[in-house]
């Protein structure tokens, strides 16, 4: 389930690419489903060890479903932190299928526990560089934007799209829609459904229909909007 939620989830995607280094892990071997939040898959044994006993104190029977067809399943990893020296971090674990936001606030949480294994990597610091040193430059903002949506930072994303804007006069159409495109998809997860409809109606006429690839992610943005 998580495959087809959290993990299949842009948003989520792009901030574990982008601060982790994701590995995939069975919980039950192939033939047998028993539910009991044990990783059977040998690699994943030796590098978190036992994962019988959880958070929730039950050793069998990963979840239930009740009578109005909500699943818990919270007998189940999400997901489990290993430091570089493979020290677990057992406190900041995810048990149980969360939606993606849940699931992005709970790895920003933990990126903010422990930020001395989150560091912004040399690119990172040169692209924010760029942007603060030429605020005038629209393509250095909507670079700074685009890692900064990538991080999830929506704040800092949100500055720079702006910043980006206040110099519109000075880029192209192309970059001027890919600017409010991503202003929408922000506004969306900032659950400003309005301030987003209008973003992604400006996306769509500075594409004009020029870009075929934006204009699709527009249309899923749009979707997402009425979700």
Partial sequence: MLRCGAYADEIVINLLNRRFVAHWF??????????????????????????????????????????????????YPAAIFLGPDGTRFVE????????????????????????????????????????????????????????????????????????????????TAPTRAQLYYLRGRVLLCMHDDAGAEAALAEAIRENNGDNRKLGLDIQLAQARREM
């Fill in 26 to 75: 069975d919980v039950a071997p192939p033939n047998v489903n028993a539910g009991d939040g044990s990783a059977y898959e040998a690699e994943a044994v030796r590098a978190i060890g036992s994962l019988e006993r959880n958070p929730v104190g039950r050793r069998r029977g990963g979840g239930y479903q009740d009578r109005d067809g909500i699943v818990t399943a919270n007998n």
């Fill in 92 to 171: 900041d674990e995810i048990w149980g299928i969360l939606p993606p936001e849940a699931f992005v606030a709970r790895l920003k949480k933990l990126m903010e526990r422990r930020p001395e294994f989150f560091q912004p990597t040399e690119d990172e610091r040169r692209t924010i560089a760029d942007a603060a040193r030429s605020p005038e430059n629209v393509m250095s903002q909507l670079s700074a934007a685009q890692l900064h949506f990538e991080r999830a930072d929506w704040p800092a994303c949100l500055a720079a799209i702006d910043t980006g804007l206040t110099h519109a006069d000075k880029t």
